[in-house]
């Protein structure tokens, strides 16, 4: 490829970065709440709860993400095909349109979200039961209430032991929203693999490359800071 056709092709992957960006932002804004949800769950006391929390985290931790966004992207069409649905239901399902680019981008950020949770579940739970009992004992000596014990005390320190382990979550997320393009979702990926096909060249993918691994390096430094940040809790 020439001078000209790269820059042109860095050009249409500069214009996709914001729907990548997209995917990456938004499941961090709901997989990270979510996943504290799920991590309460799981260690809640009644049977029942924990063991379906559990069944959860087992499902999304143990099958690819690239399937469960297949999954999530084709359940609207496959029950379209089912007899005996409620006719409301039917009737909703009736009117998506799944070519529909919000449809793809809602049903890709569903499977994100679900699959991150599990895993920021685990290692808030980690963090959580790494505290030593004796902090509760103590804030409910000083007439603490369990609410105000776990934001005012636990979660603070919480935050500090999960942020190295929750950084890689982060920078292997922003990898991963590559694998929305298997749902013909456009983004830097598939336009990239679009471009190879037009030039004949591996170059496209080669330039994604390059904006994945400078994004990766933008979040490690993020993450290297905060970690600096919350030294004073030692």
Known sequence: MSGAEIQKVFLILLDYLVPTLKIFGFTLLYSIPLGMIVALLKMCRFKPVSWLTNLYILVMRGTPLMLQIIVVFYA???????????????????????????????????????????YFAEIFRGGIEAIPKGQYEAAASLSFTKTQTF??????????????????????????????????????????????????????????????????????????????????YK
């Open 151 to 232: 934001f005012r005390i636990i979660l603070p320190q919480v935050v500090k032991r999960v942020v190295p382990a929750s950084a890689n979550e982060v920078i292997t997320l922003i990898k991963d929203t590559s694998l929305a393009n298997v749902v013909a979702y456009e983004e830097i990926t598939l336009k990239a693999k679009q471009q190879m096909q037009n030039y004949s060249s591996l170059t496209p993918l080669f330039i994604a490359g390059a904006f994945y691994f400078v994004l990766a390096m933008i979040l490690t430094v993020i993450a290297s800071a905060v970690e600096k940040k919350l030294n004073y």
């Open 76 to 118: 609207v069409p496959m029950l379209r095909q089912q007899e005996g649905l409620p006719s409301f239901l039917m009737h909703f399902l009736e009117k998506i349109n799944i070519q529909d680019e919000n449809f793809m981008f809602n049903a890709v950020l569903v499977a994100f979200v679900l699959n991150y949770a599990a």
